[in-house]
């Protein structure tokens, strides 16, 4: 579904990625992760049309979109779910999700997708009048989730979801992200839990100083020896 080929980010004369390939499969959940500064994060604004690849090419659905307008990389089925989650905070949960649902063939089906949403993360039935701005750290993160799938996307991705959120929360979060994925929805996750990343996912890439130093399934990286020493502290 998506098909990623020596990607180059700059940020003016500084290059933030190095020559990055993945491929995400239709229904399938791929995790990128790796420390702070590795280039997560400029990955993924890259993959959604927020940052300008300075070479390289992006395929989604089997169309060449590297040169596609930001704007139009929802239309085509790409949704974000961006750090720091960015809601609308002096606006309802209910307006916040409904932002998600603008093109037309997602507003057509605004109240089936919110009664999806509000099934997958029934906490936020009962805060849908309330500024999302009150909300905890956790369902704002499910505001902003909830916001990206009310655009019924072929493809979501996550960054970093699991930030800031108490351990228990990020259980719930992680298992919701399962559960999306379940339903066919094909999920590119970046995150920095490196356990709970490829626990979900089926594939993985490893990044580093901008480029990829590590991929493969997901079970057989969290075995390997450099994995376990660098992100978990344990010798092999």
């Known amino acids: 579904m998506l098909e990623v080929r020596d990607l180059e980010v700059r940020y003016g004369p500084a290059q933030a990625l ?3 390939s993945l491929d995400v499969g239709a229904g399938e959940l791929v995790s990128v992760v790796g420390p702070n500064g590795a280039g997560k994060t400029t990955l993924i ?30 239309q085509k089925g790409i949704a974000i779910v961006p750090e720091g989650r960015r809601l609308f ?12 649902s603008y093109l037309p063939e997602a507003k057509a089906r605004r109240r089936q997708t919110l009664d ?3 099934a997958l993360f029934p906490a936020l039935r009962e805060k849908l009048p309330v500024a999302a701005g009150l909300l905890s750290g956790g369902q704002q993160q ?8 009310m655009a019924r996307p072929k493809l979501l991705l996550l960054d970093e979801p699991s930030l800031g959120l108490a351990p228990a ?18 999920v590119l996750l970046v995150e920095q839990n490196i356990v709970m990343a490829m626990e979900i996912a089926s594939r993985a890439y490893v990044l580093e100083e901008g480029r990829t130093v590590l991929s493969g399934p997901a079970s057989t990286l969290l075995e390997r020896p450099e994995i376990r020493k660098a992100y978990l502290g344990l010798a092999h």
Do not use: K, Q, Y
């Open 116 to 118: 999806e949403v509000l």
């Open 45 to 74: 604004n890259t993959l959604a049309g927020l940052l300008r690849s300075s070479s390289g090419s992006l395929r989604f659905a089997g169309e060449e979109i590297t040169r596609t307008p930001a704007h139009r990389f929802c």
């Open 18 to 20: 190095w020559g990055v």
């Open 89 to 100: 905070t002096g606006m309802t949960v209910l307006e916040n999700l409904e932002l998600g």
């Open 169 to 186: 929360i990020v259980l719930d979060m992680f298992a919701a992200i399962r559960r999306i994925n379940a339903d066919g929805l094909s």
């Open 142 to 149: 499910m505001v902003a989730i909830g916001r990206a799938l």
